[in-house]
């Protein structure tokens, strides 16, 4: 079988790395993409290496016979270990080139047989770089040329402290209505938000703001539209315009183009040195082909017809006016057709479906929902759960030092078995919090005391030796030290503790709370293929000090247990959601052992 190894930092993977990959993947049998560790680097990389291994698996999941791990020291010797015959390297420029053969000729100097294999970028990716992204997305430029989109959502994130959802919906279907309810969530959560209203920017577009570029737009409506649609001062005129292109089709696509460049720019001026939840309210999402700005996350807003067009009449529209305006509008069943292309294109993003009025709290579900998806690495649920414990002190610092707590970066010291369990990753990290997480804001709803939970899930595996019986307790006790440092009540601390230790899964949950909570610690039971797959390699790394024989009986005897009991989660909600699969992958599991 030829095998290949193609290394790099992937600090974030780019368009560029991805069309490296897929093209060397169709000359060997296997490639693995190797992450490269560099201790003097740690704290410099934007992001760390679990969140970098997380990213690139998920850029390259598709490639089959594609592998994503991390490695230290000499790429030539890592290659000669594992039995890399060819180190494939990509080349954009001239300068490139000059690099790649002075690490080709000091590859060659090892004397270890390890060939070099070249790969030329196309054009369309040949400026791009790790680098290139971030100095765009730094000064709030679009990155979608660069990365995709998952790589834009969690750098928007980390690197301007900025989330961003879409919210549309046809003429009178609660858009508007909804982004002002998320904000007031917002609000309640700890969040700041912000209400990109497409129609008021349109509106100061056509209005007030003297910038030459949107003096230049608003002659250029005049010019298409008639002089008509114009004030004296050379504002314009919506009345007149509004009747001229809301039932015409094509005169409203004309709009459209002349007001799409001034509108994303205007957009992206009003966000600069912004941070926060940006609710990008619009209603030609779909139709501008705008879903990528908000990375495909988007809250469809639908309305019954007839509320639909009371709604309309109450604001003064005849029933002549509403018919001709619903017709000029792509329906709800369109403009979602659309936005599953573009996810489907693009590999992410998520629609959400709201009905209004809203029923059973779907308002709050949803914002849950949004939540979960958008908050790549959970620095905005953090932060927000922060604010509504009362701690003052610097978020993102004391974020950082939990993050290394958790992704436990490698010591200098370290020997051999150590590196090779922490750079190949192992399952108790902090992208396991991230998905407890992601499953509690799911039934955040359903839960009595949500920032219990959410504390207890932030620091169940905060303390993790693969070896040890007191996990658990440990866990707990580091809590208990950085909340009470924090100045919370002692009988918060104490229930924190408590569910902390629920997590060992020695007894039964007495509080639907505790019930919830340990089966969101044990739902990668019941997740899909590839994901349980994912962690059951995870789990084997994490007991590298075992050997094969001791490692499997030990681990059917846990599996064993959960496959045993009478169900295999606690709660209704988690037992319809993921026993079968769970069942599956449990069994499948067992006989690989």
């Given amino acids: 079988m030829k095998q290949a190894l193609y290394a ?10 991805k069309d490296i990959t897929e093209r060397a993947a169709k000359h060997f049998d296997k490639v693995t993409v190797g992450i490269g560790v560099n201790p003097d680097k740690e704290g410099r990389y934007l992001f760390s290496l679990q969140e970098r291994l997380h990213l690139t698996r998920e850029v390259l999941k598709d490639i089959l016979n594609v592998d994503v ?5 000499m790429l030539s010797d890592f290659a ?29 100097r090892q004397k270890l047989g390890i060939e070099t294999f070249f790969l030329n970028a196309k054009q369309s990716v040949s400026d791009v770089s790790s680098s290139a992204v971030k100095s765009v997305l730094k000064e709030q430029g679009d990155i979608k040329p660069y990365a995709p989109l998952i790589i834009k959502q969690a750098m928007e994130g980390r690197l301007l402290g900025q989330y961003i959802a879409g919210v549309t919906g046809s003429v009178g279907s609660g858009k508007s209505f909804t982004t002002d309810t998320f904000m007031k969530l917002c609000e309640k959560n700890g969040i700041t938000g912000h209400n990109l209203d497409l129609d008021k920017i349109g509106h100061e577009i056509q209005g007030p703001l003297q910038e030459p570029i949107y003096q230049e737009t608003r002659q250029r ?6 002089d008509d649609v114009a004030n004296e001062d050379g504002t314009i005129n919506r009345e007149n315009l509004g009747p001229k292109v809301f039932g015409d089709a094509k005169k409203l696509e004309e709009l459209n183009a002349i007001m799409h460049d001034p509108m994303r720019v205007r957009t992206r001026r009003l966000m600069y040195n912004q941070k926060g939840l940006f609710f990008y309210n619009a209603a030609l999402i779909a139709e501008n082909n705008a879903s990528n700005i908000v990375n495909n996350n988007i809250v469809l807003v639908n309305v019954d017809p007839a509320i639909q067009a009371k709604r309309l009449e109450e604001r003064g ?49 949803a914002f849950n929902a949004l939540l979960a998806q958008i908050d790549t690495f959970g620095e905005l649920r953090f932060s927000g759960l922060l604010n509504r414990l009362g701690v003052k002190e610097n978020h993102a610092k004391l974020f950082a030092e939990l993050r290394n707590m958790y992704d436990r970066p490698i010591s200098p010291d370290a020997n051999r078995d150590e590196i090779t369990q ?20 799911k039934i955040r709803h359903l839960i009595k005391n949500p920032d219990i939970i959410e504390c207890a899930i932030l620091f169940h595996d905060i303390i993790y030796d693969p070896t040890s019986k007191t996990n658990e307790e440990d866990s707990a006790n580091f809590a208990e030290n950085i909340l009470i440092k924090r100045g919370l009540p002692k009988d918060f601390i104490e229930e924190v503790k408590r569910y902390i230790l629920l997590t060992k899964h020695d007894k039964i949950p007495d509080t639907e709370d ?11 039971l ?12 995870d789990i084997r790394r994490e007991y590298y000090m075992y050997s094969d024989n001791k490692y499997n009986a030990g681990r059917k005897n846990v599996l064993k247990f959960f496959l045993e009991k009478e169900n295999i989660f606690q709660t209704e909600h988690f037992q319809n959601k993921y026993k079968d699969q769970a069942k599956t992958n449990i069994e499948q599991e067992i006989s690989s052992l």
């Fill in 221 to 226: 409506i005049i010019q298409t539209f008639g």
């Fill in 69 to 73: 791990l991390a490695f230290r020291g």
């Fill in 422 to 441: 922490k750079i190949k990753g192992n399952y108790h990290k902090r992208l396991h919090i991230i998905d407890s997480s992601n499953e509690f804001y």
């Fill in 80 to 108: 000669y270990e594992n039995k890399y015959p060819v180190v494939v390297r990509g080349i954009r420029n001239g300068k490139d080139f000059e690099m790649e053969q002075e690490l080709q000729w000091a590859i060659e």
């Fill in 526 to 537: 019941g997740r899909e293929r590839k994901k349980y797959e994912q962690y059951a390699k």
């Fill in 317 to 365: 529209a005849s029933p002549e006016d509403v018919t001709r305006r619903l017709k000029s509008q792509f329906t709800t069943e369109y403009k979602k057709s659309l936005l599953l292309e573009s996810i489907k294109k693009d590999e992410h993003g998520l629609i959400i479906d709201l009905q209004t009025p809203y029923i059973n709290q779907s308002e709050k579900i």
């Fill in 8 to 17: 790099g930092s992937f600090d974030p993977i780019t368009h560029g790395h």
């Fill in 514 to 524: 505790g019930k919830y909570l340990v089966d969101i610690d044990t739902s990668i």
